[in-house]
């Protein structure tokens, strides 16, 4: 299974207007086998939230999925998801 390790760093929300009070949602899921299901995606770690201008790493592998979602903290629309 093919490994590899990945930071990202949040600089910034654009266009700036799009958002009055930006903030990042971070989740990571993992891909099991469910019997009889087939391969279901399951969070197992807490959503992390990091600050602008920091970064955060995670290891990538096959069967892994990192959710990105900027969101507005004086709405609950979120409209850009990476």
Known sequence: MPQGFLRVKLMVVEPAGMFRDPFCAVNVKETIEISGHGPQLVQKKRTIF???NACFDAHTYD????????????????PAKQ
Do not use: E
């Open 50 to 52: 990091p600050g602008w």
């Open 63 to 78: 069967g892994r999925v990192i959710n990105i979602v900027v969101m507005d903290r004086s709405s609950s629309h979120t």
